[in-house]
């Protein structure tokens, strides 16, 4: 017991310098400042600035640490207001999605945009919108009002995800959110990949950890094609 | 039924504040009336909401001024539609509630205890809850930040929480050398009590020279055991005397969905990008940026740019200037953008505004291309000290519609 006084009072003592020493600056004084002032006194300082060009995409690292300082300038409103469209304060060139206040990357024109944006980085949408979002305006839609490539007729009327099945696949597993935006229920899947009935096509990973996810889920996901 | 549990939360938040005031609390009120009219492109006819705003804050509840409170919601009214009441649609009050906690603010800016609605954010992941968040800071190099309770979910029109669904993380990270700073976090989602995400996160970056800073950040995904996001990059301030931020980054990551889905044993692809950046500021009135990202697409690529300036002038005072071009090519879909925007103040009592914004784009399944434009103007006065007026609106061309105006008109209080 003698032997672990010493270093853990040493470690304490250590921790309590370091704290002192790497101390972060207190922003609030400079709450009102312009950003090329802030770039002054950053680089001078050897930290690199901040709140650039790219900061739409890459705050998220910064404010998600717990170390971060945004609070010493920002209440939860200027998060609120960006991801859930709130609209108390919003600037003069910010538009709107009904009664919601857009953020700046939604462009003109943004509900024929919207495709290309969803289907690059996979991740970028749901950082503020659920699943649910995308379907309440997908299922507003006609049948045949989407023009997904895959689900277009061919001259024989046959569709391309019959005629070219690679196809399809190639598409879903590049832009899975996609499908799921009409077909909450994975339902039109089940025909060809449940393991039921029908083709029993395998949609599963190569490295799938089914057991894993069974467990952690309490086999959810898995009851829907599977009998436990 | 939404907007009437809006109602109870702010009349809750109301009576919290009744001892508040008794006390001398410092209170401060931010509102805002506001009219919204655009064009539901589904029923392709004109609505109207008129929403109000309330932000509330109240500090220096105690004697010792470590009590705080904070609310900020919205309720609403449409008018002009038809049915579909599930979308909000109906004409009914609707409300949302974004924020409303009691803060305690642990002596010597050690950390925070909250309770109540709030946004929370750690590497692992982020969200809204109903419950409760402990952070401690500045006690040692180790930040540490606690949080669980309901998982508010917001959909199109509203917010909503229900038993079983619940959200809690935990985060800790710290400096512990010059320049250092490491972050482990861990996020865990509950859908009807069964867990449908667990998240963890890895940050790690180190400033080199007070010129270069390194940077990796992780989401690691521990039901499927896979990554869900990586991200790699170097900031580098190359010149001492210029503001010039050069930026290589390498990102990565893989679609995810919750485990109450059959998406989420589905095979997926990783999408890449790598991306250089420069952000220069020229001088107190000009900055420009400009960006190219390669995007891989497990086979297909895209190609992105952007370039855009600023301008704050000092020659004509009050006046600003924003412009922007932004150039995609390949997979999903081409794009040529230019956006442009100026704005004037005329003092500090009024401020106009107005831009233009032209998209050239094509999607890989559309026959043909399309160019979209949208003008918009907007104006504020500041009627009184504690009363500001606000207009804008906005005509769009879009494939559906050769014009689609839109705008709002606000009354903001502040007192």
């Known amino acids: 017991m003698k032997n672990t006084v010493g270093p853990i009072l040493a470690l304490l003592a250590a921790l309590s310098m370091a704290a002192v020493v790497f101390a972060r600056e207190d922003h609030r004084a400079y709450r009102e400042m312009k950003l090329p002032e802030c770039a002054e006194c950053h680089i001078g300082s050897g930290v690199i600035p901040n709140h650039g060009g790219g900061w739409l995409k890459e705050h998220r690292v910064l404010a998600a640490g717990p170390n971060n300082n945004c609070y010493q300038c920002h209440d939860q409103a200027t998060c609120q207001n960006c991801h859930k469209g709130g609209g108390l304060g919003a600037p003069l060139s910010a538009s709107q999605w009904k009664r919601d206040i857009a953020p700046e990357d939604h462009r003109t024109d943004w509900i024929s945009i919207h495709p290309i944006q969803a289907a690059s980085n996979p991740q970028q949408c749901s950082r503020c919108h659920e699943p649910r979002f995308c379907q309440d305006c997908h299922a507003k839609l006609k049948k045949n009002e989407l023009t997904i490539k895959s689900h277009r007729k061919t001259a024989t009327g046959q569709s391309y995800i019959t005629l070219l099945p690679a196809e399809h696949a190639a598409e879903a597993r590049r832009n899975l959110a996609s499908c799921q935006a009409c077909h909450p229920d994975g339902d039109q899947c089940m025909p060809c990949h449940s393991a039921r009935s029908g083709l029993r096509i395998n949609p599963h990973p190569r490295d799938f950890k089914g057991d894993r996810i069974r467990s952690k889920t309490g086999g959810r996901p898995c009851q829907v094609c599977h009998d436990f | ?415």
């Open chain 2, 1 to 415: 039924m939404p907007g009437r549990k809006l109602w109870v939360a702010f009349s809750l938040f109301l009576l919290v504040l009744n001892p508040i005031f008794a006390y001398g609390a410092d209170v401060k009120t931010q509102s805002s009336t506001q009219y919204l009219w655009y064009n539901d492109p589904f029923q392709d006819k004109t609505q109207g909401d008129l929403l109000q705003y309330v932000k509330l804050s109240a500090t220096k509840i105690d004697p010792g001024g470590r009590f705080s409170a904070v609310g900020y919601g919205r309720v609403s009214r449409q008018f002009g539609s038809s049915g579909e009441a599930e979308r909000g649609d109906s004409g009914g009050v609707l409300g949302r509630l974004y924020f409303l906690y009691m803060n305690y603010a642990i002596p010597e800016d050690r950390g925070d205890v909250r309770l109540g609605r709030q946004f929370v954010a750690v590497g692992a992941g982020s969200g809204t809850i109903d419950g409760a968040r402990v952070d401690v800071r500045n006690v040692g190099p180790i930040a540490v930040s606690v949080f669980g309770g309901y998982d508010v979910r917001f959909a199109e029109t509203t917010d909503r929480t229900k038993p079983g669904n619940y959200l809690a993380g935990a985060s800790a990270g710290g400096s512990f050398f010059k320049g250092n700073n490491v972050e482990v976090s861990y996020l865990r989602k509950y859908d009807e009590s069964d867990t449908v995400r667990e998240m963890a996160g890895v940050h790690l970056d180190q400033s080199v020279l007070e010129k270069i800073k390194g940077y990796a950040d992780l989401r690691y995904d521990l039901i499927h055991e896979a990554y869900g996001e990586f991200l790699a990059g170097v900031k580098a301030v190359p010149f001492a005397e210029k503001m010039l931020t050069l930026t290589a980054e390498y990102y990565s990551s893989y679609p995810s969905f919750d485990a109450d889905t059959i998406y989420t044993v589905f095979a997926v692809t990783r999408y890449r990008e790598a991306l250089g950046r420069a952000d220069w500021i020229v001088n107190p009135e000009w900055t420009v940026y400009g960006s190219y990202t390669r995007a891989d697409y497990d086979g297909p690529t895209a190609d992105v740019g952007t370039f855009g300036i600023r301008n704050r002038s000092k020659s004509v005072k009050g006046l600003g200037v924003n412009a922007s071009v932004d150039v995609r090519r390949g997979y999903p879909g081409d794009l040529t953008g230019f956006r442009a925007s100026a704005d004037y103040a005329f003092g500090k009592k009024a401020l106009l505004a107005g831009g233009v914004s032209y998209d050239s784009f094509q999607r890989d399944s559309m026959q043909d291309g399309f160019k979209a434009k949208k003008f918009w103007a907007g104006g504020s006065c500041e009627v009184r000290k504690d009363m500001v007026v606000k207009v804008r609106i906005e005509d769009t061309l879009t494939r559906l519609f050769s014009s689609e105006v839109q705008g709002r008109a606000s009354v903001d209080f502040s007192f």
